[in-house]
């Protein structure tokens, strides 16, 4: 009679623990059903594209779709905001960049911290832009450029491709770190730029390698230096501007993963692992770098880089946007 006691008891005790298997089932079975990533730009776009690559990848590693969703306003706020209020389950992505998550946190009131609220999961690339100008500047490199804008001050126009943009923001740290003044012409993006620098109507411009290369190796315009520490490999025979002598001008913009702040660890884990192995990809890359897409090494894909490199873009760009009161909307 005793000895079935303790059998029972025994096995009562194990019943005990039989119900946080399911638990821990659920949490390994992450993802049971389709991921949203929100990309908060208009399709067809370069960011829509490498956002639609990235997700095609994590779907096949994730054993589920990534499905995107394009939501634009507000200068990307509507659609990263609709991130920071998801249920931190991992099924709601963020697809972003350095426009949304470090330019408009200067330039506009936001309902939610580009930092507080959200969980990094990857840095996806970058994008080095470069130093451009009209054939007939009397300069060829950018000593020579930055030596004839201190003989000229405020007579020479730079296009950009609008307030707050890379070529923008990149022009005013050519200001501050070369001690020259010039006037800023806004455009409606880079593309139009190109036939006024091309013709003369402007002087120079700071342009992505994909508007830029093609007229520069057509001879169309002047190209002084990447605004990376590296050469990039799609011009390769293009210094950099810690080579041509304006040391730390760099304009790189980028693209990142987040997920809702208290997103849990594993789950941040498997997405993080998802889109390294999509990375990895030669095929991937291949399509990323006919964009001049560039891919970091393996040790800047991790979360934890992401949250890193995030905070220091910030405390970098923070103050010059402020103090050049560059304003968004």
């Not at 022009?171 to 409606?188: D, H, K, S």
């Not at 889109?275 to 040790?299: H, I, N």
Request: aromatic share 6%; charged share 15%; proline share 8%.
């Amino acid at each position: 009679m005793m000895l079935r006691r303790r059998q029972f008891l025994h096995l009562a005790a194990g019943a005990v623990v039989l119900p946080a298997m399911p638990v821990a089932a659920q949490a390994q079975a992450f993802p049971s059903h389709p991921i949203t990533m929100i990309v908060p730009v208009s399709a067809g776009g370069a960011m829509d594209m490498l956002a639609r690559i990235v997700a095609q990848g994590m779907s096949a590693s994730l054993g589920q779709s990534v499905i995107i969703e394009n939501v634009t306003g507000a200068s990307g706020a509507i659609g990263v905001g609709r991130v920071a209020r998801a249920t931190p389950d991992g099924y709601t992505l963020s697809y972003a960049a350095f426009a949304t998550h470090v330019v408009s946190a200067a330039t506009m009131t936001l309902p939610y911290d580009v930092i507080a609220d959200f969980e990094p999961v990857a840095l996806i690339s970058a994008t080095p832009w470069l130093i451009a100008a009209k054939n007939n500047l009397p300069a060829n490199d950018l000593k020579s450029l930055v030596a004839w804008l201190k003989a000229n001050p405020d007579k020479a126009s730079l296009g950009t491709a609008g307030v707050g943009s890379p070529s923008h923001i990149g022009a005013v740290l050519l200001q501050n770190i070369t001690g020259t003044r010039f006037q800023l012409v806004p455009y409606r993006g880079t593309a139009p730029v190109i036939p006024d620098l091309v013709s003369g109507q402007i002087d120079m411009s700071i342009l992505d390698p994909v508007t830029c290369l093609p007229q520069f190796r057509a001879g169309s315009m002047k190209v002084f230096a990447v605004m990376a520490k590296s050469r990039t490999a799609n011009a390769p025979e293009v210094p950099t501007v810690d080579e041509a002598g304006a040391a730390g001008l760099y304009m790189a913009p980028w693209q990142a993963i987040w997920a809702p702040k208290g997103t849990p660890k594993d789950i941040i884990a498997k997405l993080n692992g998802a889109v390294v192995k999509t990375l990895a990809d030669p095929a991937v890359r291949a399509k990323l770098a006919e964009q001049s897409y560039e891919v970091g090494p393996r040790v800047e894909q991790t979360p934890e880089y992401l949250g890193a490199f995030h905070k220091a873009e910030t405390e970098k760009w923070w103050p010059i946007i402020k103090a050049a009161g560059i304003k968004g909307g």
